[in-house]
Structures are given as C-alpha cells and as structure tokens.
C-alpha cells in the first residue's frame, strides 16, 4: 500500500460511484482517497463509511465546505451553518483536511473587495467551529478566470495573508492548475512551507488551447506546466504528504475509468518518479 | 472632438474595415483611433493613411509587435526582424503607443521561466530599436489563463519588474479583463502611475459564466468588474490619456458595428461620466 498517491475521486465521477471508486483505489495499493460530500450523500453515509472500513482505505481530503458567500445576511448564516455540518461530517470521516469553497460574490457585485471580506470573516467563524480537532481546514487558490463565479482567492499569496492573519489550523492546498502561471508562485510556496501550511498537492494539467474554463483539464504530461519543479518545490518547502490527482475534464470523464485511474498512476510514476507498491 | 475615448478597431473588426471605422468613430467626434497592422494591410497603407489624414484622426495604440518567441533562435531573430518592422511603422503612423504581444512559450516547452527570460530580451532589443522617439513601447499583461498561449507576462507586478529593469519608453497598458482579479491590483497601478508608466487603459467586463477564453468578453457594465474603481484608480496614479474600448467578443461581432460603438460611448458615459462633445 502506498500513501505517497491519492485519486480525487472528481477524476472519475461520471463513471464511478464512490464504493466502485475507494474499491478501484484500494486495488491499487493506494491507501488513501479524497472524497466528495455530494457523493456520500449519492450512496448514503452507511455504504460510504463501509467502503472506507472495508478497504482500510482512509480520507485525505474532504471536498467541501461552502459555497460561503450570499448577498443576505440570513443567508450568509444558513451557508456557514451548512458549512459547520460539511466540517462536522469531515470529522466524521476523519479526513486530514477540509477543502473551503468560497464561492462567486453576490450576484449584481462589482469587484472582488465585498467577496473577499466576507470569505475571511466565514472562514473564521469556521475555524472557531473546528477548533482544535484532528483535520484543517483548507483554502484552496483557484485559477483567476473563476474569480467571478467560483472564488475571490485566486493566488498563493493571498491565500498566505489569509492564513498569516487567522492563525492556525488553516492550510492551503496548492492545486498546480490554479496557480502554475503566478511568477510569485516558488516564494509564495516556500512561505506556506515555513509556517507548515500545505496541506495538499494537487496536480493535473493546463492544455493549450483551454476549451473550458471549468471542465478541460489536462492528464499529468498533456499540458505546460512544469510539475516536476512544482513537486520539488513544495518538497523543499517541506510538504511531505502524498499527490492528489484531480482532474475536472469532460474528455477524461467520458472515458473508462479503470483505464482513467491506470494511466494517472503511470504518468506520475513517471514524471514524479513515484513507486507504487501493489497491496 | 474629444481625446478621452477611443475605440479599438477588434472591437468591431468583423463589421467594419479600417476606413469604415475610423470614418465611424471620427463622425461620431472621437479625435483617436486604436488600430491593428493586419487590418492595415488588409485595406492598403496608402488607404490606411488616406483615412486618418482626410479625418484628421490620430492613433493611439498600435497592435502589436510580436509575437516575439519562438524555438530556435533563427526564428527568434526572424521574429524579432518583424517586430521591428512592426515598430517602424507605428512610428510612420504616428502612434502614441506600441502594443508588444510575446505569445506562447515555444511548443513542448514546460513551464514559464524560459519564455520570460526569452520576452525580456527580446523587448530589451525592441527598446534598443525605438530609441529616444515619440511613440513608446507597451507591455500588456495579459490574464493568467492565456499564459499557455498568448502571454507569460499576467500581472501588472510582472510586468512593474520588467520595466524597472529595462527602463524608459516602455509603458504599460492597464485592460481591465486582464487584470482585475489581481488583489494587488491597486497597488501595482500606483505603482506604475509612480513612474509614469501607464500607457493606456482598456475596458469591456468580464463576464459570468465565460464561454471562451479569447472572445467571450463583455461591454461594460455587463459584467462584475468594478470599472468606475479601477478608473479612479488609475486616475489617481496621474494618467491623464483616453479610456479605450476592446472588446473581443463573438457576441458582440455578429451586430451592427454602429449600434456596438454608440453603445460603447453610452456605457462609458454612464459609468464613467464622460461627456462627448459632437464634432
């Protein structure tokens, strides 16, 4: 069994549910996956936690918390108290850390400043809510095409303030498609690095040309960036948790996703020089 | 007449050739016009002259030089030959700027440090080029999504580094949709308005969802940019040249180039508050 690779289970979705997905990844060797609150709720929690228990495989991340942000105050109150459930079912499931979803701004928002106040202020409350339990909570820079309707944190480094700035149990996921382009990028991972902030690695591929700004995501290889000097990277910044293949792409859902799975533990053998020991 | 609007031909380039356009903007009192060299060539120089003069129009922004990068260095030097050219004849025009365009990192390339080594050559060269003349360069940070493709230089910091080290006649154009994410965004306009570097200020909106990468933009107001901000902004930064409409848009290149420019001029007034004087 090898926890140095872990499939996000978003990677094949529309082929696998979540029991053919922890069993697919059990077969593997991979002793742990990262899972999806919509598809524990597609199964049921019972068959989710059996599989789970079944296989001995365990959760790395939980996706997720949010979306957080809501033009009401009342209904900013109804997503932070769904948030607080997705972080208590996280704990249910002993994930090693919960994925923040901040979210678009309120529709009929100019700008980023509003989104961008009222996400801290709700991950706060979020971390009051989680105290000092097993899992983290984990802000997740996204790419900045999704700032109008996905998120506000579009770069490591305000990811960094954030987390200088509400302190601890707070880490940042580094997901190689959402911050690849930033010319910040190697400071900004040595300095989540110092404070022991990464809390994943996520990786995948930007494809040139991009068809879709939610749904083309490249195989490890495919595309442009350099995932080899990012893996050093965030090993020299001392991360040493496992990579996190996730891939958001209508090309590799419509294929089968036992070969999906295969070719994803092949490419980062081969461009991360990964050893995957079989169970 | 008045100097504080222009409109980029792209805006209506499926719709109306260069004289149609400059004749469209200057009947509706806009003293410049922002033009492209592939339109030139496609009505003639000597047309392309005749139009401007008989109108008494003068050109702001000239699109572009480049692309500048390429695999081998022969090509390179090839491109760099044009790109020159390129240079030379915006100055025959008279242009109060030059958009420089480095497009994609050469093909199979990883990464992005090999193209920015290779862009801030090849502008060091073009400055060489320019000399102490009237025009200046303009370096455009694009928006991190087109760095696969179009640009390695995506933010307004990138490109403030570059010209604190190449130095005089390079500006920076400030476009909306390419920068408006960056949290660092107010501070890196002050930043080049220290030094005088702002060069022009582009807008349309972003909007959500987006369909397409490179033509799915918005007219103003449409979508969530805060453009009365960033105007302020740069505003305050001491530029004192024109708002300047370009807008890329599929949408927007199917309707009647006529309507799309009084639209432009009207959403501009409103949000801006700019008062157009019929000539």
Known sequence: MTDRLVINHATVREKMDMTAFVKACSRRGLSMVSIWENEIDRIGKAA????????????FGYNRAGPLLASSATERRQRLDAAKRSIDLALEFDADHVLLFPGGAPEGEKGLDGARGMTEEAVGHLLDHLGDGAARLALEPLHPMLAGDRSSIVSMSHANDICDRLGRNLGIVVDVYHVWWDERLDEEIARAGKHGRIAGFHVNDWL????????????????????????????RAGYDGPIEVEIFSDD?????????????????????GLVMERA
């Open 208 to 235: 040139v040309p991009t068809k879709h700004t939610l749904t083309d995501r490249g195989m490890m290889g495919d595309g442009v960036i350099d995932l080899a000097h990012l893996w050093n990277a965030v090993k």
């Open 48 to 59: 989710a936690k059996e599989v789970l228990t079944q296989t001995g495989s365990r959760v």
């Open 252 to 272: 590799w859902w419509a294929r089968d996703a036992d070969a999906v799975i295969d070719l994803c533990i092949e490419r980062c053998a081969s461009i991360f």
